[in-house]
């Protein structure tokens, strides 16, 4: 998940919950994350 490290970096942030999921039949994933701020 290049994106969420990119987030990351960007953001200053860090997660604090992730969740990916994925339905095979229909090919879509489902992907959501928490963050904070990272000076917390």
Known sequence: MDWL???RR???VRVVNA????D?????ATVS????SASQ
């Open 5 to 7: 490290d990119e987030a």
């Open 10 to 12: 960007e953001w200053r």
């Open 19 to 22: 969740y990916a999921g994925a």
């Open 24 to 28: 095979a039949h229909e090919g879509l």
């Open 33 to 36: 994350a928490t963050l904070e």
